[in-house]
């Protein structure tokens, strides 16, 4: 991202991050105009995130191939057979790669100590993708939150949260999770999330 202040920076990763989540969640007709809004977002800030973000909200499912598209989220994250892109943490975080193991656990505990638990009807693992990128997204809304209030010291919180969760978890183990996406899937959409997804991890100093 080209330095235009952090400022700046930092609503345009709330709205990356939450929009990532959603890409990696169960595909919905609403997908393309959340990365067409993004595309517009990035555009001053980050121009290769940009195109690529674009690339992604061509590729996005319509109603036509929503059916296709689910098919494939299926396939690649849910099973209930072996899965090519497991969108959990622990599995790549834990030598014995399982589900659910200290490192999924260390994840609550961190949502739990900042006041945040996951949702009733969010039926997943604490440490799965969806989780981890929403997290990512409220840190950064926090810390902006916290400086409008002019409260430094619950800013500084966010931000060093942010910092800490990011290198314990989702950076410690996205890029692998996307790499078992790019190797695993044809499907336009999916292949074209591995370069955005890099992309805006780029974007965040934490």
């Known amino acids: 991202m080209t330095d235009t202040g952090k400022n700046d920076a930092r609503p345009v990763l709330v ?13 919905t007709p609403e ?19 940009a195109r690529l973000a674009a690339r992604a909200a061509g590729a996005a499912p319509d109603e036509a191939d929503m059916a296709e598209a689910r098919i494939e989220y299926s396939r690649l994250f849910v ?7 497991p969108p959990f ?15 999924t656990m260390d994840a609550r505990r961190m949502y739990q100590e900042l006041g945040m638990d996951l949702a009733d009807d969010f039926h997943n693992p604490p440490d799965h993708v969806v989780a981890e990128l929403e997290f990512m997204a409220w840190l950064v ?9 002019n409260d430094a010291e ?9 910092a800490l969760f990011a290198a314990r978890h989702v950076k410690a183990w996205f890029d692998e999770f996307l790499t078992r996406v790019e ?4 499907h336009p959409f999916y292949a074209s999330l591995v370069p955005l997804g890099r992309a805006i991890m780029m974007t965040d100093a934490s």
């Open 141 to 149: 809304y926090r810390e902006i939150e916290a400086e409008t209030r």
């Open 154 to 162: 619950a800013a500084a919180r966010a931000r060093e949260a942010r």
């Open 79 to 85: 099973g209930p057979f072996s899965l090519p892109a």
């Open 183 to 186: 190797q695993n899937t044809d």
């Open 89 to 103: 943490g622990s599995v790549y975080l834990e030598s014995e790669g399982r589900v659910m193991g200290p490192s």
């Open 31 to 49: 997908l393309a105009a959340r990365l067409s809004s993004l595309v517009e977002s990035l555009s001053s800030l980050a121009p290769e995130a």
């Open 15 to 27: 709205e990356a991050f939450s929009t990532l989540a959603a890409c990696f969640d169960i595909p």
